[in-house]
């Protein structure tokens, strides 16, 4: 069967394709096009799978063809598409056939079949803001890395995600949730949701669960990701009220300038502490050489935090320049609206 698909919605798909599958595994690197009512595409990382809408604008046919995402960006590379407004495809029993300016891509047919989505039994459990949604994602998961599991729990009907690493847990409040559950999902997964999610154009998504995976619906996009279940997650709740024994609103510029000069200066190997006080300041150690930056910012008491300065740079970046801190003897935290930073402090003096 013979169709025309508009080349800036093959551009997006593509787009969408290479960040979601991610550059880790050539075996998922594949979109896979099928039509069921109409033209659709699928694909995974692995662990998420992504079903879109592709066009109306095609006949039948009923073969899955498996497209290597790396051949689509080749075909379309340097494309004008004021000059190539249509892709022409042809799907036949041989394999799937696409023709644009003077390329053609063959791809032969194989006994394949999609990455398997239903959303059987799934529960609707809350609507957010798809750009509020990547933000907060992104701040809970970029200090992170590839094996560690981001958390998302739903307790008292407050929805949340969190992870620990570095000596610092980090929070972001998505809102209410009709049901209770807990789920880690993978890291890696979670930076392609965030990369690809970003080149949606819808306001709002919907977020449902069943007993194996969390769902999320948009505008011709469903996406199902899997998720580890860890029951004593569901203790976690959000009133991070620490009993304070001081806090302050503070501006975070000159912690940021400063963090940027040590990811310069120094080694990822090295010690790093910062300390609140009378006196505030980051010290820094590397071999021999000691460093220190003063910090215009003053405490009844004094507080020392050991740091990773690639990680908090990293989680500074996505905060406000006017945060809240509050400190105690145990714990430093850091509110930016609905993100939440705590840091444990290593050594404690009145």
């Known amino acids: 069967m013979e169709g025309w698909i508009p080349t800036k919605r093959l551009l997006k798909i593509t787009e969408f394709a290479d960040k979601f599958c991610g550059n880790i595994e050539p075996l998922h690197r594949y979109i896979y096009l099928y039509f069921d009512r109409v033209l659709r595409v699928s694909m995974t990382d ?34 004008k598409e004021e000059e190539n407004p249509l892709v022409r495809m042809l799907a036949l029993e041989e394999g799937l056939k696409i023709e644009l300016e003077n390329m053609t891509l063959n791809i032969e047919s194989e006994n394949v079949e999609k990455p398997e989505f239903n959303m059987n039994n799934s529960i609707l459990f809350s609507t957010v803001s798809l750009k ?83 769902f999320i619906k948009g505008k011709g996009i469903n996406i199902k990701i899997c998720g580890a279940i860890n029951p004593a997650n569901n203790n976690i709740n959000l009133n991070l009220n620490i009993k304070p024994f001081e806090s302050q609103e503070i501006n975070l510029k000159d912690l940021r300038k400063i963090l940027n000069k040590i990811y310069t200066s120094l080694p990822s190997n090295s010690k790093v502490f910062l300390i609140f006080g009378n006196n505030s300041y980051i010290l820094a150690k590397d071999k021999n050489t000691t460093i220190t930056w003063k910090i215009n910012m003053k405490f009844k008491y004094k507080y020392l935090l050991e740091i990773n300065p690639r990680k908090l740079r990293s989680l500074f970046s996505r905060l406000k320049d006017n945060v809240i801190i509050e400190l105690n003897d145990k714990i430093v935290l850091i509110k930016d609206n609905q993100k939440f930073l705590k840091i444990h402090v290593k050594e404690f003096s009145k």
Do not use: W
């Not at 079903?51 to 009923?62: C, V």
């Not at 290597?68 to 340097?78: A, T, V, Y």
């Not at 000596?167 to 890291?187: D, L």
């Open 46 to 79: 692995g662990c998420a799978v992504a079903d879109l809408f592709f066009s109306k604008e095609f006949f039948p046919f009923e073969k899955v063809y498996k497209i290597p995402i790396q051949h689509l960006k080749g075909l379309l590379r340097g494309l």
């Open 132 to 214: 509020d949604f990547i933000d907060k994602l992104d701040f809970c998961s970029v200090q992170s890395m590839e094996g560690d599991l981001i958390n998302f729990v739903s307790n008292n009907h407050d929805f949340i995600s969190y992870t620990y690493g570095y000596n610092m847990n980090t929070y972001s409040y998505f809102g209410k949730s009709k049901i209770a559950f807990s789920r880690g999902i993978p890291y890696v997964t979670i930076r392609h949701l965030i990369k690809s999610l970003s080149l949606i154009s819808d306001e709002k998504i919907n977020l449902y669960l069943n007993e194996n995976s969390i």
